[in-house]
């Protein structure tokens, strides 16, 4: 099948920190590392979740998702970014880039809907705690489940779908460390003003608005526990609650700047910066902010090391 673009470029060049060859070799052992720790973090929650039955409810089932869009975020982005940070340049072929760039919007998207559809469940869980059990019953985690990743799957197909029509004439150097909508976009030897007004509109629907009702859920979740009776349930409550937004934030605001304007005026060096934030300190913190600090989870994690050390006695 012909190719409608018209294209000239048949490989893209990812420049990642070249400028810096001595940063560059730095950067690739850390992010080896945290890259490595992400995926640990990530495949326990998955296998914990899924072999204890104590935590088969939407608290922990999301979290499970949650951990298996961070694991396929990671896996879109980094691989490639540590080959980039460990050569000067790095190739990528036009079919490759674009195959990225479609699976960094389609798990990028389907955790922003999971984000909110987590703060959802968090506050009908606190704030109406008799009603719960029918504000969250199987049928509608189900449907927020379903429809968190049928959203994601259609920002990806329907933005990259789009993008690859407009003809990349050269020069095909892409000044970032992946195949990111907005870097690759620069590149378009075409006019993009109806794009990026959709990308505009896009990112208000798909991050600012869950990223707002997300916090408007934490502000009545925060009343709900300055009504607590506990001065310890409120610290830890709090805790919990501040950890959450931290994560949060830095994953919505940085995903906002970076997509709200795909041509803005930060510079590149910048938009790099931003995009590690999201792409490798988000899928690194969730387990740690979510899950590994939940009294429930610990609780399990030691209760299947105990069954697994008796079931092999030395």
């Not at 690859?164 to 590149?187: D, M, Q, R």
Request: aromatic share 12%.
């Amino acid at each position: 099948m012909k190719r409608q673009n018209q294209s000239s470029v048949v490989e893209f060049i990812l420049l990642g920190f070249s400028n810096s060859p001595e940063l560059q070799e730095q950067l690739f052992g850390v992010f080896l590392v945290v890259y490595l720790v992400t995926l640990l973090g990530n495949a326990i929650i998955i296998v914990v979740i899924s072999l204890e039955q104590s935590l088969h409810v939407p608290m922990y089932l999301f979290l499970q998702n949650l951990s298996v869009v961070d694991v396929s975020f990671s896996a879109a982005i980094m691989p490639e970014m540590l080959v980039v940070l460990s050569t000067q340049k790095t190739s990528i072929s036009f079919i490759s880039c674009f195959a990225q760039m479609y699976f960094i919007l389609f798990f990028g998207g389907t955790e922003c809907f999971l984000l909110g559809a987590m703060a959802y469940d968090r506050f009908a869980a606190i704030c109406h705690p008799l009603s719960y059990p029918m504000l969250m019953n199987k049928r509608v985690f189900m449907k927020l489940l379903m429809m968190s990743w049928a959203l994601g799957f259609m920002l990806g197909t329907v933005q990259t779908s789009w993008v690859v029509t407009f003809p990349f004439c050269g020069p095909n150097e892409i000044n970032h460390i992946s195949c990111e909508t907005p870097a690759v976009l620069e590149l378009a030897c075409a006019d993009t003003f109806l794009f990026e007004i959709y990308a505009f509109t896009g990112t208000v629907l798909i991050i600012m608005v869950p990223f707002v009702l997300i916090l408007l859920s934490y502000i009545r979740i925060l009343f709900a526990i300055l009504k607590m009776p506990s001065a310890t349930g409120r610290q830890k409550a709090f805790s919990t609650c501040a950890s959450h937004l931290t994560s949060v934030t830095l994953f919505y605001g940085t995903a906002n700047m970076t997509y709200l304007q795909p041509k803005s005026g930060y510079s590149p060096e910048t938009k790099k910066l931003m995009s590690l934030s999201y792409s490798l300190l988000t899928p690194l913190l969730n387990p740690l902010i979510y899950s590994l600090r939940n009294s429930e989870m610990k609780k399990a994690l030691v209760k299947l090391w105990r069954r697994k050390v008796d079931s092999h006695p030395f």
